[in-house]
């Protein structure tokens, strides 16, 4: 039963609005400028010997009037100037700190109803997306111009909306002043060159005065109406040399990211306008963004995971967890790893990087406390080492008087050796005993645990 209800609600509003919109066609009926300046919806029947002349186009149709005598006019996109970035650079021989595509776009609105335009900017390597300036000063208080950004990587893509809520009062201007066409310039901060977007309104029905049925210049589908094609469905285009669905073809320029890209990206549909992304066959992954650019399972994998396992993809790129960084969060920013016995980094002798020592010449190992090479300075005093600090050894019965040169410190673990250790066999080859130069350079620390 709550279904039902809300169907009927449903319904009773769809019919609220469609009547409102009647009745606001109807009101305006005494002329064609009238008709079409009341509402996006309204339409005028130029033929004479019908009883309703101002209604949407389905209830003139009703009423008897032929679909070729109804005047209904759309607004019209047309790209003036679009040179691309590529052609330009080989042009110029050099790379253009900031570039926008189009270059120049002309608008023709009808009130009330808004046209979008794609812009997309780019800023060579090294150079900050600039801050955009729009200049008005030419246009009517009208006109309303507005920017909002799609993607804001480099190249950052926008989406230019121009409305018009009415046209200019006749009072105190001229008709070419109240029609346009007016210029209006998009330019980043700091720039001289940008996008320049050329807007003209359609304040009154041309159709009346100056219309060409089934005109040659429109290929016989449409009439030509003050230099433009009026088409008949089912065609469209600026010809009238399209057959097809009008509005679907204008929805599918706005699910392209720029001209002549794939709908959506090829990898969605486009429903009025508006892109919806295709499902995956693993529920975790998607596309995503306002063209379906993006997806969170198209980034840099390590060891067959994700981002490394350290963080999350996001338009194709990682988002790495804290304490993870590089383009797949391999690189641990924490530094335990890299604690020497000392507790200093890498034993003073490299730098830690991404979690692992990367050692000067000629130490090596997991915190660069060893040292192949080193291993003549550790021999030469091996025998000294250990009479001092243990009485034994090759050199016991001689220690004060080959061995006296010696400043011996003991500490209780190897642990607490610093510098480069030693690890040597007792005379009798029964221990191994450790023991280090400490930094000073003129003292030998030696640990008085020996493994047995």
Known sequence: MAVKLLFLWLLLLLFSLSWTEEQRCLKYASSCDQCIMAGSECAWCTSPGVSIRCATTEHLQSSGCPRSQIYNPTGRVWVLKNVRRADQDARMHNTRAVFLEP???????????????????????????????????????????TLSNIVTDNPRHLQVSVEVSQCPSKSGTSNQNRKGPWSILITPRGFSEGFKLEISLMCECNCTGNCAENSPECNGHGALVNGYCECHTPYFGVSCQIKGDAVSYQDEERCRS???????????????????????????EAYSGRYCECSNFNCPHLNNRLCGGNGRCECGRCQCESDWIGEDCSCSMQTASCLGRNQILCSGRGLCDCGKCQCDPPYSGPTCEDCPACQGFC??????????????????????????????????????????????????????????????????????????
Do not use: W
């Open 258 to 284: 720029r001209p002549n890209e794939p709908v959506c990206s090829g990898r969605g549909s486009c429903v009025e306008g508006i892109c919806e992304c295709n499902k995956r066959e693993n529920p975790k």
């Open 379 to 452: 021999q030469e005093l091996a025998a000294c080492v250990e009479c001092r600090a243990f009485g034994t050894g090759a050199n016991k019965d001689t220690c004060g008087s080959e061995c006296g040169h010696l400043n011996v410190k003991m500490v209780q673990t190897k642990n607490e050796l610093q510098g480069n250790l030693c690890k040597m066999m007792t005379f009798d080859r029964l221990c191994v005993f450790y023991f280090s130069r400490l930094p000073s350079g003129g003292e030998i620390a030696v640990s008085q645990t020996k493994e047995c």
């Open 103 to 145: 270059q120049e776009v002309s608008v023709y609105l009808r009130p009330g109803v808004p046209e979008l335009i794609s812009l997309t900017i780019s800023t060579a390597p090294g150079h900050p997306t600039p801050e955009l300036i729009m200049d008005l000063s030419n246009a009517p208080a009208e006109v309303n111009v």
